[in-house]
């Protein structure tokens, strides 16, 4: 189970820090990710962890704004948010899974566990 939390509204340029905390019976590691959903648009990946490690994986319009990272222990997944915008608006979700592979970090279908969603908006 995805618990995900942080979300509000901001005006632009503002900042906000979503969190996810992943529960359950696994004890084994997770690759988390952040993905949004903004209405009439399709689900896209904002950042994420593959479970063996490495530097995180960001999409190009949020590089530079966002930053990422995670807590191994705790099996959760943090989003920093910064000089937010008004495209920044929507629904952000926390995703995860045990198996997925490197390469299919970005692909919302492959993911199996999703989070309830939290909505941020960004306006004047």
């Not at 997770?30 to 896209?44: C, H, I, M, N, V």
């Not at 948010?81 to 608006?89: A, C, F, I, K, V």
């Not at 592979?101 to 919302?108: G, N, Q």
Request: aromatic residues 8%; proline residues 4%; glycine residues 12%.
């Amino acid at each position: 189970q995805l618990q995900a939390s942080g979300g509000g509204a901001v005006h632009p340029g503002g900042s906000l820090r979503l969190s996810c905390a992943a529960s359950g019976s696994t004890s084994r590691a997770l690759s988390l990710a952040w993905f949004r959903q903004a209405p009439g648009k399709e689900r896209e990946f904002v950042g994420g962890f593959h479970r063996s490690g490495g530097s995180p994986f960001l999409a190009d319009s949020v590089k530079g704004r966002f930053t990422i990272s995670r807590d191994i222990a705790k099996n959760s997944v943090y989003l920093q948010m910064n000089s937010l915008r008004p495209e920044d608006t929507a629904v952000y979700y926390c995703a995860a899974s045990l198996t997925i592979i490197r390469s299919s970090l970005r692909v919302p279908s492959a993911y199996a566990n999703w989070g309830q969603g939290t909505q941020v908006t960004v306006s004047s």
